[in-house]
C-alpha cells in the first residue's frame, strides 16, 4: 500500500484523514499513483489534474522523501521508500494567492 | 417547512438562510464547503429539496455538489466539462485567437419541468446539460456556432453568466454571455440566435449593427409574459416586447444605468428592479448611498428605495447573480454585497433589514419558495 497525504481541501471533499492508504496497479509511477488516488476517490477526480487535457493543475504539487516531483514525467518511477510505505507520497497545495 | 430558502454563494463557502413566511427571523447555516468559491447555488422547481451548488478554486477546480434533502447533506456529482468535438478559438483581448479552455461554471438553473435536467453555463463561455443529475454533463454546441469566434472576454472573463427559461415553453431559452451578448433558442438548446438589436455601446463597439460582442449584465422575465425581457447592460437599462427581438432604453431617471442585477416583481409584471452603480471604473453606489431602484412601469420611471439601507459611506458592489425575488404574497425581494451583507425586503421594496452583515463577499443569490 503506498500513504498519500492529502492537502486540506482534498481531505474535506474525500471525506477522508490527512493521510489515505491507495493500491497502485500496475508499474508504480506518478500517473498510477493518482489513478489510484482518482479511482478509490472519485470526487478527486478533476482536482489534481485536469480531466480533459490530464494536465496537473498549476497550483497542485507533488513531494515525496523531500523532494519536489511535480514537474517529472508522469511515468517517472516513484521512490522506493514510497513504495515501501516508508515514506508518504504528498499531493500540496501551492503556497500562491497571497 | 412553509417559508423561503436563501441559497447564497461567497467567495469562501455556502450559505444557506431560512425564515418562515414573515421573513423576520432568520436561521444561517454554513458555511458549506468552506474556503471553496461558490458561484452559485440553485433549487430545482420541480423538487425543491433538490439543490446544486457549483464549488471551484484556483487551485483545484470545479466541483459540483447535489443536494437532495434541502441542503442537509450534499454529494460530489459530475464535473467534467468536455466542449464538444475541437474547441476551436474565440477572440482574445489583442485580437488575436485564443483556445476555449473551461475556468468554472457560473451559473446553475434546474429545468423548469424536468427534474433530473440541470443546464450550467460556463467560462469559456458555453452552455452544458445535464439530464441525470449532474452526474454528466454535454454541451450544446450550437450555441459557440453562432459567430463564437468573434467572442471575447469581458473584465470578469468570457463567461455564461445568465440562463432564463420560459416556463410556457420548455425549448425555448434566453442566455446572456459578457462580452458576447444575449442568444435565445426555441428548440431546446439546439440552435441559437442572437438577440442584440437596438443594444448600442458606442465606445466600445462602435458597429451598432454588430451581432455579438454585446456586454450584457443580466437579464429577466416574469413568467406571465415570456416576450418582455429586462436586461441590465454594462451602461443602459434595456426592455423588449419580442422576446429580443429588438431592444429599447428604459434607464430613464436613473443616478446611473450601470449596474449588475435586474429583477422583476413575482406578481408585477411591469415592476422591476435594478441597483445602480456608479461607473464600470467605480464599482460602487453613487454617493456612497445604497438604494435599489424600482420602477412599477416597466422602466424609464424609477423610484428610489432607501429604507432600512446604508445612506452614507457604503462602498460594496451588488453582483449579477445576486439578487433573487420570492413568490410569496407579499413579493420578498433579496440582494446580497461584495461587502458580505444580504438584505430582505418583505413588502415589494419598500423596506429593508440586513439578515446578515458579516459573510464573505456574496457572488450569487437564490431563492426557494416553500410551501
Not at chain 2, 444557506?16 to 458555511?31: A, E, F, N, Q, Y
Not at chain 2, 435594478?274 to 424609464?300: A, C, M, Q, W
Amino acid at each position: 500500500m503506498i500513504r498519500v497525504v492529502l492537502p486540506y481541501h482534498l481531505q474535506n471533499l474525500a471525506r477522508t484523514g490527512r493521510e489515505v492508504e491507495i493500491s497502485v496497479e500496475g508499474e508504480p509511477t506518478i500517473r498510477s499513483v493518482v489513478e489510484a488516488l482518482e479511482r478509490t476517490y472519485p470526487m478527486l477526480r478533476g482536482t489534481i489534474r485536469d480531466q480533459v487535457t490530464g494536465q496537473r493543475r498549476d497550483f497542485v504539487r507533488f513531494f515525496a522523501c523531500g523532494q519536489d516531483w511535480s514537474l517529472e514525467p508522469w511515468e517517472t518511477s516513484i521512490p522506493a521508500a514510497v513504495l515501501e510505505g516508508r515514506e508518504p507520497f504528498r499531493v500540496v497545495g501551492a503556497m500562491s494567492g497571497g | 417547512m412553509s417559508g423561503v430558502r436563501l441559497l447564497v454563494g461567497t467567495r469562501k463557502g455556502a450559505f444557506i438562510l431560512t425564515s418562515d413566511k414573515k421573513r423576520k427571523k432568520w436561521k444561517v447555516s454554513g458555511p458549506h464547503f468552506a474556503g471553496w468559491e461558490i458561484y452559485h447555488m440553485n433549487g430545482s422547481a420541480v423538487n425543491p429539496n433538490r439543490l446544486y451548488a457549483s464549488q471551484s478554486s484556483g487551485w483545484f477546480g470545479q466541483i459540483i455538489q447535489r443536494s437532495d434533502d434541502g441542503g442537509e447533506t450534499w454529494e460530489p456529482v459530475g464535473n467534467q466539462f468536455a466542449y464538444e468535438g475541437t474547441p476551436g478559438t474565440h477572440m482574445w483581448y489583442d485580437g488575436t485567437q485564443h483556445p476555449w479552455e473551461f475556468k468554472r461554471v457560473w451559473l446553475l438553473a434546474p429545468s423548469l419541468t424536468e427534474a433530473d435536467t440541470v443546464y450550467a453555463g460556463v467560462e469559456d463561455a458555453a452552455m452544458f446539460k445535464s439530464t441525470d443529475g449532474g452526474q454528466t454533463w454535454h454541451e450544446l454546441a450550437g450555441l459557440r456556432e453562432v459567430k463564437g469566434n468573434l467572442w471575447q472576454p469581458g473584465a470578469g472573463g468570457m463567461c455564461l453568466h445568465t440562463i432564463v427559461q420560459d416556463s410556457n415553453n420548455p425549448k425555448r431559452m434566453f442566455i446572456a454571455i459578457s462580452a458576447a451578448g444575449a442568444f435565445r433558442t426555441e428548440d431546446g438548446g439546439v440552435s441559437w440566435a442572437p438577440i442584440n438589436n437596438g443594444l448600442n455601446s458606442p465606445f466600445e463597439l462602435p458597429d451598432a449593427e454588430a451581432e455579438v460582442g454585446h456586454c450584457v449584465h443580466n437579464i429577466a422575465m416574469h413568467p406571465s409574459r415570456p416576450n418582455v425581457l429586462f436586461m441590465q447592460k454594462h451602461w443602459d437599462v434595456m426592455r423588449s416586447e419580442d422576446a429580443g427581438g429588438s431592444w429599447h432604453e428604459v434607464s430613464g431617471d436613473l443616478p446611473s444605468d450601470f449596474g449588475f442585477p435586474i429583477a422583476v416583481h413575482a406578481h408585477e409584471p411591469e415592476t422591476i428592479y435594478v441597483v445602480p452603480i456608479k461607473s464600470d471604473s467605480e464599482h460602487f453606489p453613487p454617493d456612497g448611498k445604497l438604494r435599489v431602484y424600482r420602477s412599477r412601469t416597466g422602466g424609464n420611471d424609477w423610484e428610489a428605495l432607501t429604507k432600512g439601507l446604508p445612506q452614507e459611506d457604503c462602498y460594496v458592489n451588488i453582483l449579477r447573480s445576486a439578487m433573487a425575488v420570492d413568490t410569496l404574497d407579499s413579493c420578498g425581494i433579496y440582494f446580497g454585497t461584495t461587502g458580505g451583507q444580504v438584505y430582505v425586503s418583505s413588502d415589494s421594496g419598500d423596506s429593508w433589514m440586513p439578515i446578515v452583515s458579516n459573510l464573505p463577499a456574496v457572488l450569487s443569490v437564490e431563492v426557494q419558495t416553500l410551501k
